[in-house]
């Protein structure tokens, strides 16, 4: 009998954690709200995989500074003569969660990009949150683009939508298990930890005025009506963390977008298929 998956079992978080919340929010519903949402912004850092490590050895690796939000990320380039590509990964992950589709675009020459987002993989930082990821993007296709295609993956893949809606020169998008409101992120991160109604609105104005966007008005669905280049859309249709249903939003408003459902992958490991790189780079390579 197989034994159950652990790629595709949700967020989990400490007892411990838990109950500090509980704890503060019966003192006080600000002091509740404060630990929650540095929690909600701390990404979790998790070793590198040993089958990782040799696409890493193979990078040209850096340091960028980021000047609008005063920080900087590891930055990795696998040189080639073909279009330019970058990506970017989700919450809690880094550039080498892209290995198999990394090394497949490394044999077709492209000239590919990544980095790790403020906080994660070997960026230095404890917390970040979406915007930074989509300042650090920019950045990046300011000072090396142009770029013929960005490939983004869940939270990566929302931060992807964002800069491609405002860089209309881009011709391609990627999205894979790409959430749709960011609202409901949060709201899925207040019902697991079972926050209060009275930390969910303070820590949702909190976020707002870190960040200076309105959390409530953020979706990939209604910046993918902005867009106008091709885009490919994949999504597991058993995905627990983020649902098929965003995928499928996200699609219907996409203006020269197809949609791709996989079966039985999961949130992370549909970013090792072989299916899965063989439609990316099918997508690419047709003009």
């Excluded at 193979?58 to 380039?77: D, L, P, W």
Aim: glycine share 6%; with cysteine; hydrophobic share 40%.
């Amino acid at each position: 009998m197989d034994k159950p998956r652990k790629d595709n079992q949700g967020i989990v978080l400490p007892f411990p954690f838990i109950f500090t919340l509980r704890f503060l929010e019966f003192i006080n519903s600000y002091l509740g709200m404060r630990l929650a949402a540095f929690f909600f912004a701390k990404p979790f850092k998790y070793k590198i995989l040993e089958r990782e490590i040799p696409v890493l050895s193979a990078a040209q690796k850096s340091s960028v500074h980021i000047k609008s939000i005063y920080k900087s990320v590891c930055f990795y380039r696998w040189p080639g003569k073909g279009p330019k590509i970058v990506l970017l990964h989700g919450w809690s992950g880094r550039a080498s969660n892209f290995f198999k589709i990394i090394e497949a675009l490394i044999r077709e020459d492209y000239d590919v990009y990544a980095f790790d987002a403020p906080a994660h993989g070997e960026s230095p930082g404890v917390t970040t949150n979406l915007p930074e990821f989509i300042h650090s993007l920019q950045t990046l296709i300011d000072n090396r683009g142009p770029f013929e295609a960005i490939l983004g993956h869940s939270g990566g893949g929302f931060a992807s939508t964002y800069v491609v809606a405002h860089n209309p020169e881009i011709k391609k998008l990627i999205l894979i298990s790409p959430f749709d409101k960011v609202l409901d992120v949060f709201e899925k991160y207040f019902d697991l930890i079972q926050l209060g109604p009275k930390a969910r609105k303070l820590m949702i104005q909190y976020f707002n005025h870190k960040t200076g966007k309105k959390i409530e008005e953020l979706s990939s669905s209604n910046l993918a009506q902005s867009i106008e280049c091709k885009s490919l859309l994949i999504h597991d249709q058993n995905d627990r963390e983020v649902s098929f249903s965003d995928g499928i939003n996200i699609d219907k408003n996409l203006k020269n977008g197809t949609l791709i459902g996989t079966n039985g992958l999961g949130h992370r490991r549909i970013l090792r298929d072989e299916r899965v790189v063989n439609e990316i780079l099918n997508f690419l390579k047709f003009k």
